[in-house]
């Protein structure tokens, strides 16, 4: 009864998600295409612009180039760099308060995910005064925010191509997923110039979103031919360059490539969603304060290896793509070869198999929240049981 309620919602979720009217962004690549982008704010005649980012990106020098290009095509602007990990409402709030206090007429976030998400509350809720409540479900607002440009800083979590944030209610500390297609970008940059000073381990945390994203969504019942291509795409791209971008910062083919690669497993998942590697990394943030790139890492080939023959063939089909195998050695070769090869990934680029602090009396815990965010929301090639999904969760203890 349970599994019927889950394929009804995720069909109605699935054909909502295809619905939304989108506007395609205009999208920058390649080195210095944040400063491109800072031009075409002067071109489309801003005159007070809002910078949202952190405090370190702030103080580390990295958007001097920015600024500069913003003053010396005369468009001012405001700085609020008070967006934390895992943003939270009232941060949106002071940040929406500069954008009114300083008249600005535009918003450029320049940060990872959280900047990113925390940015794309602040122009709605510039326009939709209200509560977080009022904004947490799908399309739940009515006006247009303001326009928003993005420079993400890390290649992983695609959240400048999403129609998706997540904001933390500062009270209960529930994390609210807010859906709405008016909150993509118009403007994006994928400059690679931003990202080579990105540290060894949060590349390889990021990457590995990425490329949890891209798997999520072409082994997703709700994928088309295009989230399929993007997905794809993204997939190789990956192996073709996220280790060296691990190794060697500075190599600047490899970090077009993981940015391009954010880019698509974005625009690949938010038209699919995603699957039970996210529902359990989620809580495994929410319960042990684990890096959401770091719980996807953690158990995304244990996930796809326990859908079992159903996901074989689509793995087999990221295999080839990721020049792992050869058509013909047959789909159950290939999709173990996959794994295997996400197994081997995950431990060149050195990242932790376990949660800190993982307790047996919080398994079933996980297990819960993981079984219900997916059957509420995501179009999995399989609904698992709480006995399958209770062994990849116990599996992190023992790892
Ligand atoms: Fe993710």
């Given at each position: 009864?349970?599994?019927?309620?889950?394929?009804?919602?995720?069909?109605?979720?699935?054909?909502?998600?295809?619905?939304?009217?989108?506007?395609?962004?205009?999208?920058?690549?390649?080195?210095?295409?944040?400063?491109?982008?800072?031009?075409?704010?002067?071109?489309?005649?801003?005159?007070?612009?809002?910078?949202?980012?952190?405090?370190?990106?702030?103080?580390?020098?990295?958007?001097?180039?920015?600024?500069?290009?913003?003053?010396?095509?005369?468009?001012?602007?405001?700085?609020?760099?008070?967006?934390?990990?895992?943003?939270?409402?009232?941060?949106?709030?002071?940040?929406?308060?500069?954008?009114?206090?300083?008249?600005?007429?535009?918003?450029?976030?320049?940060?990872g995910g959280?900047?990113?998400?925390?940015?794309?509350?602040?122009?709605?809720?510039?326009?939709?005064?209200?509560?977080?409540?009022?904004?947490?479900?799908?399309?739940?607002?009515?006006?247009?925010?303001?326009?928003?440009?993005?420079?993400p800083?890390t290649a992983g979590t695609g959240s400048e191509i999403t129609?998706?944030?997540?904001?933390?209610?500062?009270?209960?500390?529930?994390?609210?997923?807010?859906?709405?297609?008016?909150?993509?970008?118009?403007?994006?940059?994928l400059?690679?110039?931003?990202m080579?000073?990105?540290?060894?381990?949060?590349?390889?945390?990021t990457g590995?979103d990425a490329l949890?994203h891209a798997?999520?969504?072409?082994?997703?019942?709700?994928?088309?031919?295009?989230?399929?291509?993007?997905?794809?795409?993204a997939?190789?791209l990956i192996?073709?360059y996220l280790?060296?971008a691990?190794?060697?910062?500075?190599?600047?083919?490899?970090r077009?490539g993981m940015a391009l690669a954010a880019f698509y497993a974005g625009a690949a998942f938010?038209?699919?969603?995603?699957?039970?590697?996210?529902?359990?990394?989620?809580?495994?943030?929410?319960?042990?304060?684990?890096?959401?790139g770091?719980?996807?890492?953690?158990?995304?080939?244990?996930?796809?290896?326990?859908?079992?023959?159903?996901?074989?063939?689509?793995?087999?089909?990221?295999?080839?793509?990721?020049?792992?195998?050869?058509?013909?050695?047959?789909?159950?070769?290939?999709?173990?070869?996959?794994?295997?090869?996400?197994?081997?990934?995950?431990?060149?680029?050195?990242?932790?198999?376990?949660?800190?602090?993982?307790?047996?009396?919080?398994?079933?815990?996980?297990?819960?929240?993981?079984?219900?965010?997916?059957?509420?929301?995501?179009?999995?090639?399989?609904?698992?049981?709480?006995?399958?999904?209770?062994?990849?969760?116990?599996?992190?203890?023992?790892?």
């Open positions: 009864m349970k599994i019927l309620y889950f394929k009804l919602r995720a069909f109605v979720v699935t054909w909502l998600m295809r619905l939304l009217p989108r506007n395609p962004p205009i999208v920058f690549k390649g080195s210095n295409s944040a400063l491109t982008l800072c031009e075409q704010v002067a071109t489309l005649g801003f005159e007070k612009v809002i910078l949202v980012t952190d405090n370190f990106l702030d103080s580390s020098g990295l958007l001097d180039g920015i600024k500069g290009t913003l003053e010396k095509h005369g468009v001012q602007f405001a700085v609020f760099d008070g967006v934390l990990p895992d943003p939270a409402f009232d941060q949106v709030q002071a940040g929406e308060a500069v954008i009114r206090t300083e008249r600005c007429q535009a918003v450029i976030a320049v940060g959280s900047v990113l998400d925390a940015a794309k509350m602040m122009a709605m809720l510039h326009t939709n005064p209200g509560t977080l409540d009022s904004f947490d479900g799908i399309q739940k607002s009515k006006n247009p925010g303001l326009p928003l440009f993005a420079i800083t129609l998706a944030a997540v904001i933390t209610d500062p009270v209960t500390h529930r994390k609210a997923p807010i859906v709405d297609s008016k909150m993509i970008p118009g403007y994006i940059a400059d690679a110039e931003i080579k000073g990105m540290p060894p381990g949060i590349t390889a945390a590995m949890t798997v999520e969504s072409y082994l997703s019942k709700a994928s088309t031919a295009s989230t399929e291509e993007h997905a794809v795409t997939v190789r192996f073709k280790q060296r691990f190794s060697e910062g500075g190599d600047m083919e490899a077009d938010t038209k699919t969603s995603v699957g039970y590697v996210h529902g359990i990394a989620h809580q495994l943030g929410r319960v042990c304060g684990t890096p959401h770091n719980a996807n890492a953690m158990v995304l080939p244990e996930v796809i290896a326990a859908y079992g023959d159903c996901a074989h063939a689509r793995l087999a089909d990221l295999a080839v793509a990721a020049g792992i195998g050869q058509r013909g050695e047959g789909d159950a070769s290939l999709a173990g070869k996959f794994i295997q090869a996400i197994i081997d990934l995950r431990k060149t680029l050195e990242l932790p198999l376990q949660p800190k602090d993982l307790k047996a009396v919080d398994i079933p815990g996980i297990v819960d929240e993981a079984i219900k965010e997916a059957g509420d929301l995501y179009p999995v090639p399989r609904y698992m049981s709480e006995e399958e999904l209770t062994r990849i969760v116990a599996g992190l203890r023992a790892a």
